[in-house]
């Protein structure tokens, strides 16, 4: 099992890093440049997630009731919840099927870039400055920053005379948590592999930015042709 998966993703993807090293002579680049191409392959699943959680903080009012006017009859509650998400056309396990696929590609990287300080260079500085074998301070900060503005944009609005249930409470404050756990984690790890968490993370931002405005333009033209309709 250990050899197919060295075969399969460590070693392609330690190839790659390699060429790409040798292209540009910057480990940093070459990681940069390698988690985006990661990231682009995967792009249909990010995407399709993103989207589905997305639809589904818009749905949750009729979730909530839903839930409420089923509460006593769960076999009822589930299926009038898999007819919304059916109507339009969400998958509520996509996050989960998603982190599936993830990790294998998470922890061969983490194995590649390891391998590629120690293996493929002679110097592992990033613009000639950062010493990727070790933690960076300013990887660090960067990295907790990005996490933060990626925890508002996913972070759904909240109408002003609404009362927040516990759980929407708890996911906010672990919303907020994110960045300081995000700190943490990378004072124990090379830059190299910061530098590629930094990298996924204002990854998936831009990605989020250009889902909640297709979203939002779609919701608009929905409602535009809601009211044509309606006059006709």
């Not at 993807?13 to 540009?24: G, I, K, M, V």
């Not at 940093?28 to 191409?37: D, Y």
């Not at 998470?106 to 590649?112: G, M, N, P």
């Not at 009362?163 to 756990?181: H, N, T, Y």
Request: aromatic share 10%; hydrophobic share 50%; charged share 15%.
């Amino acid at each position: 099992m250990g050899n197919f998966f060295n075969t399969i993703l460590i070693q392609p993807l330690l190839n790659l890093l390699t060429f790409l090293f040798n292209q540009f002579h910057d480990l940093g680049l070459a990681i940069i440049l390698l988690t985006i191409i990661v990231r682009l392959v995967l792009l249909p699943f990010f995407y399709k997630s993103a989207k589905d959680q997305a639809i589904i903080q818009r749905l949750s009012p009729k979730i909530k009731e839903i839930q409420d006017n089923h509460k006593h009859d769960l076999n009822k509650q589930s299926q009038a919840l898999m007819s919304l998400y059916k109507e339009h056309k969400v998958n509520p396990v996509s996050s989960f099927l998603l982190l599936i696929i993830q990790l294998p590609i998470l922890f061969a990287l983490y194995r590649v870039f390891l391998q590629g300080i120690q293996k493929i260079i002679g110097s592992p500085l990033f613009l000639g400055l950062i010493d990727l074998t070790k933690p960076n301070i300013f990887i660090i900060i960067v990295a907790g920053i990005i996490t933060f503005w990626q925890s508002i944009i996913f972070l759904p609005k909240v109408p002003k005379n609404k009362v927040l249930s516990p759980q929407d409470k708890l996911g906010r404050q672990m919303a907020f948590m994110m960045p300081i756990w995000t700190i943490v984690i990378l004072f124990f790890l090379p830059s190299a592999l910061g530098l590629y968490i930094l990298v996924t993370i204002l990854f998936s931002v831009v990605q989020q930015i250009f889902i909640n405005r297709t979203l939002n333009k779609s919701l608009k033209e929905n409602l535009i042709k809601q009211n044509k309709n309606g006059l006709a």
